[in-house]
């Protein structure tokens, strides 16, 4: 009996982490998507406001969200002015749109074999488009990149998506 339950769970976890609305953020993601934040210009300042057509801690576009599938806040919907930066702007609903962002164009970016932060990491500062090229190719990159890599090793090697 209490097999069946952990099974239940198990697929209920995995099956509610992939959709639409992203309800739960796993913890591996959360110490992943941590040390995106830090490398973030602030250093993951809750308070950046939108700036140049980028809003919150992360740094997220209008595009950037839409791609990832216009995740909103809670009883919030996509359609109304502002739902974009409201979520962008608090970090709980911006961990949520690059989860979803991941969810939909990880991959391999560096070519090592696996799918971790490293990669995410890469996709959230290249774009979907061309996650290939070393994030430390420009300046501002390579500085992007030095604090990236100061984050613990082992929650850089977390967050694969490609086991489920
Ligand atoms: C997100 O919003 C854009 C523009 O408002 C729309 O074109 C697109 O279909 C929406 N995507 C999803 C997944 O709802
Ligand atoms: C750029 O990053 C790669 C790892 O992605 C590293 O091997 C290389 O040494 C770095 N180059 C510089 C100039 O920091």
């Known amino acids: 009996m209490q097999k069946y339950y952990i099974v239940i769970c198990v697929l209920l976890f995995s099956y509610s982490v992939f959709t639409e609305d992203l309800p739960y953020i796993p913890n591996y ?3 992943c998507m941590r040390c995106i934040c830090t490398a973030t210009i602030g250093d993951c300042d809750l308070t950046l406001g939108c700036k140049e057509g980028y809003c919150g801690p992360f740094r997220i576009s209008r595009v950037y969200w839409i791609d990832a599938g216009n ?5 919030d919907t996509p359609e109304r002015n502002n ?3 409201d979520c962008a702007l608090e970090y709980n609903c911006a961990q949520r749109i690059l989860l979803g962002y991941f969810h ?5 970016c560096n070519s090592d074999g696996v799918t971790n932060c490293d990669d995410y990491a890469m996709l959230h500062v290249n774009g979907r488009g061309q996650c290939h090229p070393p994030v430390n190719r420009t300046e501002r990159g ?3 990149w030095d604090k990236y890599t100061k984050c613990d090793p082992l929650d850089r090697a977390e967050f694969r998506f490609q086991q489920f």
């Open 29 to 31: 993601g959360v110490r």
């Open 71 to 75: 995740i909103t806040l809670p009883q």
């Open 83 to 85: 739902a974009y930066e």
């Open 104 to 108: 939909q164009y990880a991959r391999d």
């Open 142 to 144: 390579k500085a992007w």
